[in-house]
Nanobody, 116 residues
């Protein structure tokens, strides 16, 4: 069973930075796509950023230019660098991995709170 463990969440002031990590029990390259989603209070879960096996990235309009998704040198870790954070970035952030024919896997989530 694939396991995804997020870390790096916490409390940060508006304008600050935070880096989230997602450690997978298998190589990140074994998945077609890995991504970060978030769910704010009273909101639906939404895509924040994703990266496919080829390294192509995709971002929600609300985070373009501020957040960066990347794979670590260890190959089983995906990061989300969050810069210039805003109070509206407050949410539980989830790591997701997708593998065709097998489906998707989710982590337990990590809380990010941005104070104004």
């Amino acid at each position: 069973q694939v396991q995804l463990v997020e870390s790096g969440g916490g409390l940060v002031q508006a304008g600050g930075s935070l880096r989230l990590s997602c450690a997978a029990s298998e190589s990140a390259l074994s998945f077609d796509v890995m991504g970060w989603y978030r769910q704010g209070p009273g909101k639906q879960r939404e895509l924040v950023a994703s990266i496919n096996r080829a390294g192509s990235t995709n971002y929600a309009d609300s985070v373009k230019g501020r957040f960066t998704i990347s794979r670590g040198n260890a190959r089983n870790t995906v990061f989300l660098q969050m810069n210039s954070v805003k109070p509206e970035d407050t949410a539980v952030y989830y790591c997701k991995a997708y593998r065709s024919l097998y489906g998707e896997y989710w982590g337990q989530g990590t809380q990010v709170t941005v104070s104004s």
